[in-house]
């Protein structure tokens, strides 16, 4: 997996990705959409426990295009430290780089969200 100028991921055809979203200094409030031209096929990963702070989703990328959002939400408990989230995207082919952002509270009401699109080479 690789990242194009225009933030789409570059992958290949049966690739294997695995989302994972951490929340820090807040309750887990994250939603993430339907994968569009896709299916979500795991939502925890085997022999880990659960962690009501976490989230684990996998695909397989079986078309030539895939897409989904993640909307944050944030309710952190008083005097935390500043919430956040921690979004890592990884797939299982050789030589692939994993992704990391980091998704801070906004001053905004509105929550933030985020779109992942994934091409194949």
Same mark, same amino acid.
Do not use: C
């Given at each position: #997996? ?8 570059? /992958?290949? !055809? ?5 989302? !994972? *979203?951490? +929340? $820090? ?22 022999? *880990? ?10 695909? /397989? #990328? !079986?078309?030539? /295009? ?5 909307? =944050?939400? =944030? ?11 921690? *979004? ?10 994993? =992704? +990391?952002?980091? *998704?801070?509270?906004?001053? $905004? ?8 699109? =994934? /091409? !194949?080479?």
């Amino acid at each position: #997996m690789t990242i194009k100028p225009n933030g789409d991921f570059l /992958v290949n !055809t049966g690739e294997i990705i695995t989302v !994972t *979203v951490k +929340a $820090s200094d807040t309750q887990y409030l994250a939603a993430f959409s339907d994968l569009s031209f896709g299916n979500w096929i795991l939502t925890s990963l085997p022999n *880990v426990p659960p962690d009501p702070l976490a989230e684990v989703r996998q695909f /397989v #990328m !079986t078309g030539t /295009v895939s897409s989904f959002d993640i909307q =944050f939400g =944030f309710l952190p408990p008083p005097g935390a430290a500043p919430a956040s989230y921690h *979004v890592t995207i990884a797939g299982n082919a050789p030589g692939g780089a994993n =992704f +990391a952002d980091d *998704v801070l509270n906004p001053a $905004s009401p509105l929550p933030p969200d985020r779109d992942y699109t =994934f /091409v !194949t080479t």
